[in-house]
C-alpha cells in the first residue's frame, strides 16, 4: 500500500454516460498526476496539479476534466468517451519543490492501483 | 522530446537467477534521472531504483542495481537471485533535472515471468 487510493478499481461505462474517477493520497503531498495506461504503449501523463498550478497535456481531449478542489484529493470527470479511452488511469501523487522560477522536482512518484476503464 | 526504449516486451528468469532488462533513451540534455518502476499484477507502480545522470556510481538496492551508461544513453536494470515475488511489468522511465521536472517519459515496459 503506497497511500495512494484509487476508486472504483472497475468502471465499465457506455459512450453517453458521465462519470468520476476518484483519487485520495495520504502522504501529505502537494502534486497529483492522471496518467493513462494503454497495452503495448507508455504511460501517457494527462494532466499534473503541482504548487498549486495545473499543468496539462495538450493532447487530452476535453472529454477528460479534472478537478483538484485540496491537495489530498484529484479526481477525472469522464463525459462521451469512446471505445478507444479504454485504459487503465492511474493516479500518482509527490512531494513537489520548487527548481528555479518555473520549475518544480521531486524524489518519485507514488502510485494508486489504477481504474480499469471499459468504454462500451 | 526525450524517448525511451524497452526492447524485450516480455522475459523470464529461473527462481533464484540473475536477469537483466534493457533501457535506452535519448535526449539532449546533461542533467536528468533515470528510474525503474515495477508494476505487480495489483497494478500499483513501485519505485524500485533511481539514478541521477551526475553520479558515475551505478545506483544499487538490494538484490537490484543498475548498469548507466551515460555515453552510451543505456540504462539497464539487474535482478540478482531472482524472486517469485519479482515477477510484474517493469518500465524505465526518464525525468529531465530542469523545469519540466514534474514530466516522466516511460518506456513501454518489459513483462518478466519467474519459473519456479
Known amino acids: 500500500e503506497t497511500g495512494v487510493t484509487q476508486t472504483p478499481r472497475h468502471l465499465v461505462m457506455g459512450m453517453t454516460n458521465k462519470k468520476s474517477l476518484k483519487c485520495e493520497q495520504h502522504?501529505?503531498?502537494?502534486?497529483m498526476y492522471w496518467y493513462k495506461q494503454s497495452a503495448k504503449k507508455p504511460l501517457e501523463l494527462m494532466f499534473v496539479y503541482s504548487l498549486e498550478e495545473r499543468v496539462e497535456n495538450n493532447s487530452v481531449p476535453s472529454r477528460f476534466s479534472p478537478e483538484c478542489p485540496n491537495s489530498s484529493h484529484l479526481f477525472l470527470h469522464l463525459h462521451t468517451l469512446q471505445p478507444e479511452d479504454s485504459a487503465l488511469y492511474l493516479c500518482a501523487s509527490s512531494r513537489d519543490q520548487p527548481t528555479g522560477f518555473y520549475g518544480r522536482a521531486n524524489e518519485k512518484l507514488f502510485f494508486g492501483s489504477g481504474t480499469q476503464l471499459s468504454v462500451l | 522530446a526525450q524517448t525511451v526504449t524497452q526492447s524485450q516486451p516480455e522475459m523470464s528468469v529461473q527462481e533464484a537467477e540473475t536477469v537483466t532488462l534493457s533501457c535506452t533513451y535519448d535526449t539532449s540534455e546533461s542533467d536528468y534521472y533515470l528510474f525503474w518502476y515495477k508494476q505487480p499484477p495489483s497494478r500499483q507502480m513501485i519505485l524500485v531504483i533511481r539514478q541521477e545522470a551526475y553520479k558515475q556510481q551505478n545506483a544499487t538496492e538490494n538484490r537490484f542495481s543498475v548498469n548507466f551508461q551515460k555515453a552510451a544513453k543505456s540504462f539497464s536494470l539487474k535482478i540478482s537471485d531472482s524472486q517469485l515475488g519479482d515477477a510484474a511489468m517493469y518500465f524505465c522511465?526518464?525525468?529531465?533535472?530542469?523545469?519540466?521536472?514534474?514530466?516522466?517519459?516511460f518506456g513501454t515496459g518489459t513483462r518478466l515471468a519467474v519459473r519456479p
Open positions: 522511465a526518464y525525468r529531465s533535472a530542469g523545469s519540466s521536472g514534474d514530466k516522466l517519459t
Open positions: 502522504l501529505g503531498h502537494n502534486a
